[in-house]
């Protein structure tokens, strides 16, 4: 019982022992200690690097360093076997003078190492591996490792790469060597081993050649009679060695060359081509013919100013094959114009140390015009003085450092600086700026001469802006009143756009709400801009003549002869869908143009009446004497001829004066037109939708209009004119299935699927008898299915029909890709750079594009911007702009507050937008509308674009609309809701165009219109 008592005792307490120390019954764990070394593996000579220790599985994470290295051996034998042999790590304190390099300020964590100055010596230390090994304190068997490789950062270059020599003969290679500061410090040799080419590839010197210490290759007397083969080809000829430098620093760092041996044979020089090169540039090429070409060929230049032939440098000859050689000029070989001498020299094979000279061939040299493409910047301000910095001038055939070029501007000579200037670019700090006073804004020529050359000059234009801020500030010089004819009720004449007759001198302006167009004297408008005018300055006067209803369009064609008495001002009438031609100054009218029934009517609901698009703007080519005219909301125009001595094929109407063609345009509801005189082509502006489409008058598609077919049709069908087709019979014929409409027709409809257009549809009925709806209109395809069917969009019930006809209008061959809010449009004629408004943006509102590299920018308009000085909020609604081509400066035109803004267009670099700023002085800031005592009070609001204010003050105030812009001499502004034309001085002798809107009620009665806001001053009217 006692022996029982005594073992339970010892079973409790090793029970308990089991409790207390958690570990009876299994093996015991304990903690793992690791350490990770980091930092950089691969460094250059000098470098240092910071490395750190991660010790885990411990408390005390400090560690102790050590720094070692080992060295690897590479033998190759004589069976060609390599075998490397790796020593074991010695401390790097050991190496002499730091060879290996060494660590410093040890942490408990980190220490520094720092690569040995140079390269280690490869004979003594070859293919170093440095070692930085961390050991942790708290578990002195745990450590951790990083190892080091050594980059001495040289590399190699052999120049040139591959080269032929003939037996006997010697040629110059040249080692280049990066980050070593001893020129040529390589070893060569020369080997026949097949690639890849090692440093321990066998040497074959001297049977294949021989090279020295300083590059010079000797090629053996015979080819050797073992040769390098290709990779491809067993065949021994040609005879390749292969030349190696090896750099002396770092013995892992090599390049090559490879040398062709072929047996020198006698070289024949027979001619040269081109004969001639030009004066002044940069460099020209000149083949030479010859036999027999290698390598060693040198050519001798003497050029006209040459007293003796020099060889050329051996980068300027480039051996094609062995009959064709390229010798490449540079602009020091290009400066003197006349008589140069060609020689080629080659070594004498028989002999050594001696040349033969063949040639001397002829190459004249002959001056010519500078060539001129820009400069940079092309405008800046009148009054500045100077420009910020030198004006860069891009062209070429300038000569070394520009020598050959004398700059003028404004036929005043500039110095170039010639340590800057190129034969392809000079840089000229202009000595005469503009300043000050009436005429100094403008377009100046730039010249560059050459005046050896017939011709010498090639010219450029600068635009010198006004000083808008300074000294040339705007003002309104004249004002004509734009009368409401008599027994008109209307408030307004509603100016909607306006066009100037240059050579007479005459502004034509439409008048919406009295249906008349009014042609303005404005020869007599302040002679040369005084502003203010004289006090016997004659103010301009005009005279009104009837149009047609709703006139929102006119340009003019001043070229038609016999001049001036067929100048014509062409007006689209958008209430009755015509074109009214009139005579200017008599207001005679010529001719009234149908265009009501050129595009067929449309609905959109079963119970609304068929309309058809109406003409809203209209642009003319005085050169063709047509007319394009944009409808709203379509995607289709047509041109108009308007010359009386032609007798073309009309659409509709009657010769002379009737549509001539239909051409593709995207356009919503206010499209506007500018036509460019020297490309001779017109853009059409969005207007609400669809991109800028660029119509080219001289080159119209042929079009007809949708032909009348049978119904029902015969078989076979008739054939219809090119680009129309019949429809086929209901049901069929027509399908819209979720406001997709499909087109089946009875004769091919020649629509290219690549190209697409719009379709005019007529006389297609529908098959429904309780709700039939239209499929007629104008539309835009979506889809080509096939050579019979096609597919557009129609909002419309689900509906069959068929029977009619259609026409298609190819799409525009080329469009920009701009917002298709833009409606205002002008042309930069000296830049071809087009400007356009967004009233329905806040960002980007004028759009630049530029229509030589087809690029487009935009610049954003904000509430107070004025040169270097920032805006506010961003303003909206600018409708229209006019671009002073001379002076390089854009007005623009907001509708919503009747304000103006100047931008000058300033491109600053090659390739850049073009930068802008907005000049707000002295331009007018108007509320929507304005009552007769200028007085604060409630009331005023905008309802369908019409001014209204107070019970007593009715909708005749007129609508906000913009109108057209044009350029002349002076500024002349039609605005939109008053009945002045106002003339502005923008500071320069060339002017802008400003409009203005100024509501003005019938009468005095009435209440609640606000005061007008002037940004910068007013001008006085």
């Known amino acids: 019982m006692k022996w029982r008592d005594t073992r339970n005792r010892v079973a409790l307490g090793l029970a308990c022992a089991c409790l207390l120390f958690s570990g009876c019954g299994s093996k015991s764990k304990t903690n793992v200690v690791t350490v990770t070394v980091t930092g950089g593996t691969l460094l250059f000579p000098a470098q240092t690097e910071t490395i750190t220790a991660l010790v885990q599985g411990a408390t005390d994470t400090s560690v102790t360093w050590d720094c070692s290295f080992t060295t690897t051996t590479t033998t190759t034998s004589s069976t060609g076997t390599t075998t490397s042999t790796t020593s074991k790590p010695a401390a790097c304190s050991t190496a002499t003078n730091g060879a290996v390099g060494d660590i410093s300020n040890p942490q408990d964590t980190t220490v520094i190492y720092t ?158 081509s081109p004969t001639v090169a030009l004066q002044g540039g940069i460099l020209q090429d000149i083949l030479l013919n010859a036999a027999n070409l290698r390598s060693t060929v040198s050519v ?132 005469t700026v503009p300043s000050g006073g009436t005429g100094a804004a403008g377009l100046y020529p730039i010249s560059v001469i050459n005046s050896s050359s017939p011709p010498s000059i090639a010219v450029s234009n600068v635009a010198v802006q006004p000083d808008f801020a300074g000294t040339n500030p705007a003002c309104i010089v004249n004002t004509v009143n734009l009368p409401v004819p008599s027994g008109s009720t209307a408030a307004s004449t509603v100016p909607s756009a306006i066009a100037i007759d240059h050579i007479l001198e005459y502004a034509a302006v439409t008048e919406e709400a009295t249906n008349t167009v009014q042609f303005v004297n404005i020869a007599s408008v302040a002679p040369n801009g005084v502003c203010p005018p004289p006090v016997n ?77 109406s003409p809203y703007a209209v642009g003319v080519d005085p050169f063709t004497h047509r007319a394009l005219v944009a409808f709203a909301s379509t995607n289709a125009g047509f041109v108009v001829n308007l010359d009386p001595a032609q007798t073309p094929a009309c659409l509709s109407g009657t010769a002379p004066y009737c549509p001539v063609a239909s051409i593709g345009t995207n356009t919503g509801a206010h499209p506007q037109i500018v036509f460019d005189p020297d490309l001779r082509v017109s853009y059409v502006t969005p207007g609400g939708a669809g991109a800028m489409s660029v119509v080219d008058l001289n080159n119209l598609s042929a079009s007809a209009l949708p032909p009348s077919c049978p119904n029902p049709l015969p078989s076979p069908p008739p054939t219809p004119p090119a680009g129309t087709a019949c429809i086929a019979a209901s049901p069929g014929g027509a399908v819209r299935t979720l406001n997709s409409v499909t087109i089946k027709t009875a004769t091919p409809h020649n629509i290219d699927p690549a190209r697409g257009g719009t379709v005019f549809i007529s006389g297609v009925t529908s098959a429904s008898t309780s709700s039939p709806t239209n499929f007629n209109g104008s539309f835009r395809v979506t889809s080509v299915i096939d050579p019979t069917t096609f597919t557009y969009a129609q909002t419309a019930p689900n509906d069959t029909g068929g029977g009619g006809s259609m026409s298609v209008v190819p799409n525009p061959f080329i469009t920009f890709a701009v917002s298709s809010n833009n409606q205002g449009i002008a042309l930069n004629s000296q830049t071809h750079v087009i400007a356009l ?185």
Not at 361 to 372: A, D, E, F, N, T
Not at 585 to 607: K, M, N
Not at 989 to 1000: D, E
């Open 837 to 1021: 408004a967004d009233p329905n943006t806040q960002f980007g509102q004028i759009t630049f594009v530029k229509t030589p590299d087809e690029t487009v920018s935009s610049v954003t308009l904000t509430v107070g911007s004025f040169l270097t000085t920032p805006g506010t909020t961003q303003e909206v609604g600018f409708a229209q702009v006019g671009f002073q081509p001379f002076s390089n400066v854009v007005v623009a035109f907001t509708r919503q507050a009747a304000a103006f803004g100047a931008c000058h267009s300033n491109r600053s670099d090659r390739g850049l937008a073009l930068k802008r700023h907005l000049h707000a002085a002295a331009d007018l800031l108007w509320r929507y509308c304005r009552g007769p005592s200028h007085k604060s009070g409630p009331g005023c609001k905008l309802v369908q674009r019409q001014c209204q204010c107070g019970p007593a003050w009715p909708a005749q105030a007129g609508s906000y609309r913009a109108v057209a812009l044009a350029v002349h001499r002076l500024c002349q502004s039609a605005p939109r809701a008053a009945n002045g034309l106002h003339f502005h001085h923008r500071g320069s002798a060339h002017f802008h165009l400003r409009f203005g809107i100024y509501g003005k009620p019938p009468g005095s009665a009435g209440r609640g219109c606000r005061r007008p806001r002037h940004r910068g001053q007013r001008p006085a009217d």
């Open 115 to 272: 690569a040995p100055s140079t390269f280690p010596d490869q004979t003594k230390f070859p293919s170093v591996t440095v070692i930085i090994t961390a050991t942790s304190k708290a578990d002195k068997s745990k450590s951790g490792k990083l190892n080091i490789t050594l980059d001495s950062g040289i590399h190699v270059t052999v120049t040139p790469f591959t080269a032929t020599i003939g037996t006997n003969e010697t040629f110059q290679f040249t080692a280049g060597t990066t980050n070593d500061a001893t020129p040529n410090d390589v070893t060569w040799f020369v080997t026949q081993d097949k690639p890849p080419i090692t440093t321990t590839s066998k040497h074959c010197d001297p049977t294949c050649g021989s090279v020295d210490s300083t590059g010079k290759y000797t090629a053996p007397a015979t080819l050797p009679t073992t040769c390098t083969t290709s990779t491809t080809s067993t065949t021994p000829t040609p005879c390749l060695v292969t030349l190696v430098a090896i750099s002396k620093v770092d013995s892992s760092r090599a390049s090559a060359a490879t040398v062709t041996i072929v047996t020198a044979a006698t070289i024949t020089f027979t001619g040269i």
């Open 300 to 431: 001798l230049y003497q050029g006209p100013s040459d007293p003796q032939p020099t060889q050329v440098d051996p980068s300027q000859l480039n051996i094609a094959n062995a009959s064709i050689a390229r010798l490449r000029l540079n602009a020091s070989n290009l400066k003197m114009a006349g008589p140069a001498q060609i020689s080629v020299q080659i070594q004498d094979p028989n002999n050594l140390g001696q040349t033969i000279t063949l040639g001397p061939l002829s190459l004249q040299i002959v001056p010519v015009r500078p060539g001129l493409i820009n400069s940079l910047p092309d405008s800046f301000t009148s009054g500045s003085g100077s420009l910020p910095g030198p004006i860069t001038i891009d062209g070429g055939f300038f000569g070394p450092n520009g020598q050959l070029a004398t700059v003028q501007f404004n036929g005043n000579n500039q110095a170039a600086d010639p340590k800057t200037s190129t034969p392809r670019q000079l840089n000229v700090t202009l000595s």
């Open 537 to 613: 300055s004659v103010a301009p006067s005009g005279s009104q003549f009837p149009v047609g209803n709703l006139p929102t369009s006119v340009a003019i064609d001043e070229f038609l002869s016999p001049s001036p008495g067929n100048h014509l001002a062409v007006v689209v009438n958008n209430g009755d869908k015509s074109l009214t031609l009139l005579q200017i100054p008599s207001g005679a009218v010529v001719a009234t143009v149908d265009l009501s029934t050129l595009i067929p009517p449309a609905t959109t609901s079963p119970s609304s009446t068929p309309t058809s698009p």
